[in-house]
């Protein structure tokens, strides 16, 4: 079957308990660093109060776990923000930041010059804005209708997360026809309060081989006197794969009654997929249990 959560599934398999923290897509990137924050820091609460029964966790078990902390692209931005932010509440002992990049609206949305005057001179209440709601009610309604036909190997289930995202363009469309041009703070602001506040003591940087909107080698400039300031430890590593490999699902391909060389093709390139982000959840595995041997965390 089609599982968006694969990678986090490969990391609950290491012996993680995960925490997955969705958020809403917008312009406010401090506003939603800090709800990201809260809602974690409220889960966490809730845990160390009630304990984990599925996995046979008392509430003195889980509050003597360490806490680390997984971000994806604006995940990652978010991850780093968190760690700039909320120095004064709890934190993660560690932070795998992995593909990072904090660009400008104009370079990190496709065509957002384009888009941001045409919105700009649309009204909220308009026709416009109007057939943009209705696009997607009307997408979502044919993705949780039975009939709408799946390719093979996705389950219907599977395609909440990409539901709720498609239930937040109208949002996102008001904000930008609301004058909304930049996100807040502005990637500048952003490298200022990073190099200066960032308080994780322990961060694992990871980019891929093939990224063409990757920041990493960015970041490590701007976290490294701030690391060695508060006593941290900072480590980066370059593996195999692109942008979206954490993102891959694995997709399980069945083969026809006769197995044909199309078969053979189509599970080649799966297995040559997945080993990227297999090979990217096992590397943060042993970096986070490196962390433990050497009682770090």
């Known amino acids: 079957c089609f599982r968006v959560s694969y990678f986090i599934e ?33 889960s966490l609460n809730l845990l160390a109060q009630s304990g984990c029964e599925v996995f046979g966790l008392s509430p003195s078990d889980v509050a003597e776990l360490p806490v680390i902390s997984v971000g ?7 991850q780093v923000l968190i760690g700039s932010y909320c120095i ?17 609206a104009v370079q ?5 010059d384009q888009l941001g005057p045409t919105l700009s001179s649309v009204a909220q209440g308009s026709p416009v804005m109007a057939f943009a709601e209705f696009l997607t009610e009307e997408t979502m309604k044919a993705i949780a209708d039975p009939p709408f036909p799946l390719p093979p190997g996705i389950e219907r289930e599977s395609l909440e997360p990409v539901k709720r995202f498609i239930q937040q363009i109208p949002s996102v469309f008001g904000q930008v026809a609301d004058g909304v041009s930049e996100f ?16 994780v003591s322990h961060t694992l940087l990871v980019k891929f081989s093939v990224d063409t909107i990757d920041e990493t080698d960015s970041l490590e400039a701007l976290l490294r006197p701030q690391v060695n300031k508060i006593g941290g430890t ?5 593996l195999t794969g692109t942008h979206a490999t954490p993102l891959l699902p694995d997709l399980k391909l069945e083969a026809g009654k006769i197995y044909t060389p199309v078969d053979a093709v189509s599970q080649a390139v799966r297995k040559a997929a997945l080993a990227d982000v297999e090979n990217l959840a096992r590397k943060i595995g ?8 050497d009682a770090l965390l």
Request: positive net charge.
């Open 108 to 112: 990190a949305v496709p065509f957002f």
């Open 72 to 78: 994806h692209s604006n995940g990652a931005l978010m």
């Open 286 to 293: 042993d970096w986070f249990e490196e962390l433990r041997s």
């Open 184 to 199: 807040k703070p502005t990637p500048e602001q952003n490298r200022s309060l990073i190099s200066s506040s960032y308080a």
């Open 10 to 42: 490969l990391l609950a398999k290491q012996g993680f308990l995960i925490m997955a923290a969705p958020y809403n897509v917008t312009f406010d990137h401090e506003l939603c660093a800090r709800r990201i924050h809260g809602n974690w820091s409220s």
């Open 234 to 238: 900072l480590r980066k590593m370059a």
């Open 88 to 104: 004064d509440e709890k934190l993660p002992k560690a932070s795998a930041i992995i593909s990072f990049n904090n660009k400008p």
